[in-house]
């Protein structure tokens, strides 16, 4: 019964490569430089961008400037059934998609991109950039 469950586990969960500090996993796909973002319910376009960032950061050897690809749009996972995953790559697809000023981040577009300090930026943490409204216990300083 035991070596059921695990066996169970192991095939909905996926064997991370890397795990974003918002918590998704990115798994590399094959030799190249392609790799996926499994998302949990709920999940929208910030927090793949951002797990994207911070993999490419942290894994690969870019710079800010350069660009990450969606490769597979949001969809069913390739790495984790039953899941739902984005596909991304460091390389420009042979059609790139045709890129127009950014207003709406899409995660849906084979071809779209972003630089990857735009990607990581989504990571930023708010809550330590606002400073604490003062109480009403303690004078304002």
């Not at 050897?61 to 460091?90: E, H, K, M, W």
């Not at 899409?106 to 943490?125: E, I, Q, R, W």
Request: aromatic content about 10%; proline content about 9%.
């Amino acid at each position: 019964m035991k070596f059921s469950a695990l066996l169970a586990a192991s095939l909905i969960l996926p064997v991370a490569g890397f795990s974003g500090n918002n918590w998704l996993d990115v798994v590399p796909l094959g030799a190249g430089d392609a790799f996926e973002v499994v998302g949990d319910p709920g999940s929208g376009p910030s927090e793949f961008w951002c797990a994207a960032g911070r993999y490419a950061q942290q894994m690969k050897s870019v710079s800010a400037n350069d660009r990450i690809y969606i490769l597979r749009g949001f969809g069913p996972s390739q790495t984790a059934p039953g899941r739902s995953a984005v596909s991304f790559s460091l390389t420009a697809p042979t059609t790139p998609h045709k890129q127009g000023r950014v207003s709406v981040v899409t995660m849906k577009t084979p071809g779209y991109s972003l630089s990857l300090g735009l990607a990581a930026g989504f990571c930023m943490d708010f809550s330590e950039q606002i400073p604490q409204m003062p109480s009403f216990e303690e004078p304002y300083q």
